[in-house]
Each structure stands twice: as C-alpha cells, then as structure tokens.
C-alpha cells in the first residue's frame, strides 16, 4: 500500500452494495481511508435532491442583506445561521465565504443544569423563504441515512463489526450551504484545516474547482468536481477513535477568481459527552483490530488534535473551544468567558 497519493479514489457505491463487488470495493474503500483520507462517492442515490439544493442556492444568496442578517448566527450560542463574508477565519486568516449553517432538528434544549458544551445542540435558522427549512431537513435526513450505511462499509473494510462505530455517534449533525464569490487571485475561500465537527463529511461541490487536499509529501492535489458524486473525507472526530490510524487530511478551498463557486458540506457528528478516557479505551480497542501495519500503529500513536488533548474533558468541550475560535463574534457574545480562556490558550 502506498504512503501517499496524488490523486483522489473514487468509490462506487453500487459496487459497495452488489454481493459481487463488494469484496474488491471494500479493499479500494480501506486503501482510500487508510493512504488518502478522502475519496469521491458515486451513484450514491442523492443525486437528484442535491441538485435541487443546488438550484436553490444563488437565491438564498440573493437575498437581501436585512433578510439574511435575521438569521445571522450570532443571535443563538449553537452556531446555526448565517455568517457574512468574511466573518470566519481559518488557520488565522479570514476566509472569503458566506454561508449558512443548519443542524439535526429536534434536539434537546439546553438548560442550566447541563455543561455548557450542550448549548451547541440547538434549533437552527432559516431565512425566511417558502421551502427551505423543508429542503434543508430533507438533506439532512437523507445525509444521515447515506452516511450511516457508510460508516458500516467502513467498519466491514477494515475488518471490525459494521455497527462498530455506532456507539460515537452523536445526536447532531450539521449542513452548510456555502457561496465563494469570486475573488483576487490566491485568496482563501477557506484556509487549510481538519474538519473537526465529527465523523466524516460529505460534500457536494458544483463545477467551478478550487478544492485541494494536502498530500504527505506537503504537496496540494486537486480534488475536481465530479457531477454526481459526493466528496468524503475523514474528520477529527474519527481520526481520534482510530487513534490516528485512520488520518483527517489537510484541506482547503482556492477562492475562485471567474465566477462564483456553491458547495453543500454534511458533517456527520460525534457524541460530546464522548470523554478523552473513552476515547483512548474505545481506540486502544479499535487499533488492535484493524489490520494495519506495526509500523502504521506506531506512527499514528500521537496524532496531534484538540480531541485528544487532556485540556478538555471530552469532544463537546474540544468543539466548542473550536467554534468559538473560528466564530469569535458568536464566541465574544455567548461565551466572553471562553473567548477570553481559548483565545490565549496553547494545544499542549
């Protein structure tokens, strides 16, 4: 098995789901989680409701600026709903995306006398159009079926029960509807990081380009639009629960500079009262299962992530501290406290 890649798998999910094929998909799927960390998902059976969010996007953008601000996300401390351009940062620097951000509905209203980490799972907003909310709660379930038949072919392709990892999920997912306006050349549509929300993620991009994923030789490889399928890549969150075995790998987005670029990203979540000694007992558990080399293990031991870090008690904890930095107007209205607390602090 090769140590790095200078392209991205694809994985056809018809050949995941057919007796016949399965074998040999599952060796492709564990080679794509294993050396890369991302991979395209084709005829995966969402096709036509992506396109119709698609579709909807440049009018949600459209909108007028007083429209758009009654749903901004500041006004609510789980981080659901709008964000204007320019108001998140990645990796220190501010990324040129405007987006709108929704979650799993129906949680459970935070109350005092739960951590404050619960305050993530909330409500969203909608602007106020006739059919969104339908749509997006339309998506989200539809991800969320998808997604956990996946996390099944990703258990079975690296020989662990395929309701192994079950147990991590978490209560609330997330969706975004993202627009990148075009842009001066080399800037940052959204700066290199880890997706840090959960499991995996899901993405659906249109036809305009601008994804990168760094390789292990520090070099950024092109992930170009497929029509059709769904870009998937590794979170924070699993790559913990593999004890790094199984890597999140670097990303970014170049902002376009001709035309606007529209995406659609899922996050399937983890459980956040997912405590770090939980995590090292149930990794420990999943690493000696999976058929990996002495050599892979080793390396993968320490892998550097806010989850991991023995400054948090457990993955809510971890991601709250990531939202607030990556929201530091949310954060500075709902959390001062934090802010102040995380805005100085060093990962250790």
Known sequence: MPDTFSSIPIIDWRRLQDPATKPAALDDLREAIFVVGFLYLTNHGLEDLVKRAHQRLPELFDLPVEVKEKCNMINLPSFVGYTRLGAETTAFKTDLREQYDFGTPGMKKWTEDRDIWWRLEGDSQYPDVPGVKQLVEEYISASEALSQEFMRCVSECLSLPPDTFA???????????????QSP??????GPHKDSAG?????SQDDTGGLQVLNKNGEW?????IEGSLVVNIQQGFEAITGGICAATTHRVI?????????IPFFLGVRMDLTLDQLRESAAHI???IPASDDRKKRAVDVPSEFLSPLYSCFGEAYLRNRILSHPDVGQRWYPELYEKYSKQVLS
């Not at 490889?221 to 639009?225: L, V, W």
């Open 167 to 181: 147990f991590f999920k978490g209560n609330m997912d997330r969706l975004k509807f993202v627009k990148y306006p």
């Open 185 to 190: 050349p080399e800037s940052q549509g959204v």
């Open 199 to 203: 499991l995996f993620t899901f993405l």
């Open 221 to 225: 490889i092109d992930a170009p639009p």
């Open 255 to 263: 902002a376009p500079t001709t035309k606007t670029r529209y995406s």
């Open 287 to 289: 690493v000696a299962r």
